[in-house]
């Protein structure tokens, strides 16, 4: 991968206007996320029947879903950052393969053991396919629409999750369950060939080929129909990659040249804001009956939760493609994270308040980890886009297999529901002291060699 080169691809790419095929490669990727969404979730509405037709209590899948989390965990850990070495488009369809399948493969699971085994090799294709999709999604949105198409990409898992239990809820009675894991496997198995066809590779792979980049210059002419891609891309030296600081083994180009200091802080901002956001997912519902609503009514505002979320964060990454700058942004959405939380805790008996707050809470929560997520995606160097999205959000994992833990001693000790809450805001407050921490490296968009203005006047 050439810096001078993939920064004259950038400033191309924003001079011109955003291409059908820009809008076709998020539709798929959208598409394929709420997939991943959807089986990811899926497990959740399969326990209670399963646990019915197998005789077994509930409590007893509790290691299934351990196997899931940690599938997950490793999966965006040690497979998403293969994408950056072998491609991200490539890492992509294997993952999509990978989970497409195994989701049917549920169907034949016959006890625990199995399906945990089935669940943990599911969930490592799950945990990679996302980061390696968003650094795709970041490679061909133009700067000014980068966190707004990044983000609405990883709203999709988000609505797969959403989507999930509203298949779930219309067909389990008439068709059975199995139906919900035969569309969950099928529909990514069907989009295959739409990544193949239309999604080009990441362009740190497309600019490792020897000159003259016969793929990269196919992308352009589908990407940037009005761009010619000037001859001197081929005077560059091919060893400019190893002065700008790659490095063979993905997951150090982290920590070199000055990323380790913010690779950190980003690590402590992921995993801080998924135990917050799991504490919800995990606890809201019981919270909320416990303060005297309906299991409904609980039940009801959690999918609130989420589609507050949703809706904020589109909203708020329209408003953050406009400055330069998306670390105040950020550090906004936790603050008040915390707040809505502290306010849900003192309103924790009022049911319309209730309603403010939640809905308060999923806007900042869910919406800052969507828009983190299109932080990170364009805050790391090309070459290490899809290890820094991928382990950052394995490193979160560790706080979401925290918070329920967390959560469900609290209530075994009988701690007060607004104690409850007023504990989770210490999450948000850390989340909200590490971002203003997350700079890039002094001196990064130039590189030593050549700028981009030198690439096209060779």
């Known amino acids: ?3 001078s080169q993939t920064l004259a691809y950038r400033e191309a790419l924003d001079k011109n206007p955003v291409s059908k095929r820009t809008w076709w490669a998020l539709a798929i990727i959208l598409i394929v996320l709420i997939t991943d969404g959807y089986d990811a979730q899926a497990i959740s509405y399969m326990v209670p ?12 899948f509790a290691p299934v879903f351990t196997a899931n989390i940690l599938g997950l965990t490793l999966g965006a850990m040690l497979i998403s950052p293969l994408g950056d070495r072998f491609g991200s488009r490539n890492v992509l369809m294997a993952c999509v393969l990978t989970y497409s399948l195994l989701t049917i493969g549920m169907i034949f699971t016959y006890d625990i053991t199995s399906l945990m085994i089935v669940r943990f090799l599911c969930g490592l294709g799950m945990g990679a396919a996302m980061p390696n999709a968003l650094a795709l999604m970041s490679d061909y949105s133009p700067t000014r629409y980068r966190t707004l198409m990044v983000t609405v990409a990883a709203a999709g898992y988000s609505l797969g999750g959403m989507l999930s239990g509203l298949v779930s809820a219309a067909l389990v009675d008439s068709f059975g369950w199995k139906v919900v894991l035969m569309i969950g496997g099928i529909i990514p198995i069907v989009m295959l060939p739409f990544i193949y066809r239309f999604l080009p590779e990441a ?7 020897a000159a003259p980049y016969t793929r990269f210059r196919a992308m352009t002419k589908d990407f940037m129909p009005g761009w010619n891609v000037p001859e001197s891309f081929n005077h560059l030296p091919k060893d400019l990659a190893v002065a700008s600081g790659e490095s063979r083994f993905p997951v150090l180009n982290l920590f070199r040249n000055g990323w380790a ?4 802080f980003i ?12 504490f919800y997912l995990s606890w809201l519902p019981v919270l909320l009956k416990q303060s ?5 009514v609980a039940n009801v505002m959690t999918s609130l939760f989420l589609l507050s979320g949703v809706i904020g964060a589109l909203l708020i990454s329209y408003v953050a493609d406009k400055v330069q700058n998306k670390s105040p942004i950020l550090f906004t959405m936790f603050v008040g994270a915390a707040i809505a939380t502290l306010f849900i805790g003192f309103q924790n008996t009022n049911p319309t308040l209730l309603v403010v707050g939640v809905l308060a809470a999923g806007f900042c929560i869910i919406g800052g980890n969507l828009i983190m997520n299109s932080f990170t995606s364009s805050f790391y160097p090309d070459y290490a886009r899809a290890t820094g999205i991928g382990w950052g959000l394995g490193i979160g994992r560790f706080g979401s297999i925290m918070a329920p833990v967390l959560g469900g001693y609290l209530l075994a000790s009988n701690t007060d529901v607004s ?3 007023f504990i989770f805001i210490v999450p948000a407050a850390i989340a909200s002291f590490f971002i203003l921490f997350v700079r890039k ?10 700028s981009a203005s030198a690439v096209f006047h060779h």
């Open 419 to 421: 104690n409850i809450f």
């Open 203 to 209: 362009v740190n792979n497309l600019l490792s080929d």
């Open 49 to 60: 029947i399963l646990s019915e037709q197998w005789s077994l209590p509930a409590a007893t």
């Open 1 to 3: 991968m050439n810096n």
């Open 441 to 450: 490296p002094k001196g990064y968009q130039a590189p030593k060699e050549e």
């Open 267 to 278: 690590w402590g901002t992921y995993m801080s804001m998924m135990m917050l956001t799991y």
């Open 261 to 264: 200091r913010p690779t950190i």
């Open 292 to 296: 005297g609503l309906s299991i409904n």
